[in-house]
């Protein structure tokens, strides 16, 4: 079955599916996204989406494409027409069409695109082997608490991380503490058992697997702290993860040379990882024991 994409109030074939060359999101990285995932034909935590996607329009000044509950709609059609069970629900919104000026245009249409497609998010093998990550220093813009489709910095991260056979670079701030990765948000345990994830400010983007993380550890009695972290701290934690829409949470066993913990998951970071499936599958959470 060929996919359909969702573009300014059409479905069409996604091989067929456009802008036009003078959109803002083409020409000034002008405009947000979000990206959701879908697990058994539901759309999850949904609404933690839909409120970071409202929050990055507001901060950018783009009006909203659609109401909130025509947006849903849309969703849902666009994961039907795909007939997507389990995979990830992409949706952007930019300034839209005008000529080419930097300042905004005095009229506009916010432009909205939707895509979705079945994907395995699980990464069981991945779970259970752990993965790399590499440091890098972070070279992004000041804002980054906006989910902006100005990914460059990102894409160079990920591609350096690659290159050096690893699956995540973590990037690192000038007063050397880990920021977050290129696309994932990073977890330590520290080597007192505690939980430790950066706070929410400028300088990251508030994922929205972190922010389910952090209710279940909440709700499970797993203490945590919400702080800044250093490379070094990093290198000699107990464990260590990372968390993202389309990553859930993934172990990590090695930062750059230095191995994490015994070099195998963590006992904690599997436990966390058990909850957050429990929590997309929508069924009760298993108790942390």
Request: charge should be positive; hydrophobic fraction near 40%; include cysteine.
């Amino acid at each position: 079955m060929s996919r359909v994409a969702y573009v300014e109030g059409q479905y069409l074939p996604h091989r067929r599916a456009a802008v036009h060359i003078e959109d803002r999101g083409y020409q000034f990285s002008d405009g947000v996204y979000e990206v959701i995932a879908v697990e058994g034909g539901r759309l999850i935590d949904e609404e933690s989406h839909l409120d970071r996607l409202e929050r990055s329009l507001r901060e950018l000044r783009i009006a909203p494409p659609l109401s909130r509950r025509s947006l849903t709609i849309v969703m849902r059609e666009v994961v039907r027409r795909n007939r997507v069970v389990n995979g990830i629900l992409y949706i952007q919104a930019t300034r839209g069409t005008a000529p080419r000026e930097h300042a905004f245009p005095a009229q506009n249409k916010t432009a909205l695109v939707m895509t979705a497609r079945q994907t395995d998010l699980h990464r069981e093998r991945l779970a259970q082997d752990g993965v790399t990550v590499i440091t890098i220093p972070d070279i992004r813009w000041r804002r980054c608490d906006i989910k902006s489709v100005s990914l460059l910095p990102n894409v160079l991260g990920k591609q350096a991380a690659q290159e050096a056979g690893a699956f995540e670079a973590w990037q690192i701030d000038r007063d050397g503490f880990i920021t977050e990765g290129t696309s994932t948000n990073a977890w330590i345990v520290g080597r007192d058992g505690l939980l430790i994830t950066r706070s929410t400010d400028t300088a990251i983007l508030g994922g929205i697997t972190r922010l389910s993380v952090l209710d279940l550890a909440r709700r499970n009695g797993v203490e945590f702290v919400e702080r800044p972290f250093t490379v070094g701290e990093a290198k000699a934690a107990r464990e260590a993860f990372l968390t993202s829409t389309t990553s859930l949470v993934l172990p990590v066993v090695r930062i750059d040379d230095a191995v994490v913990g015994n070099g195998k998951p963590g006992s904690l970071t599997l436990k966390i990882r058990d909850l957050y499936l429990a929590h997309m599958a929508g069924a009760p959470a298993p108790h942390l024991g």
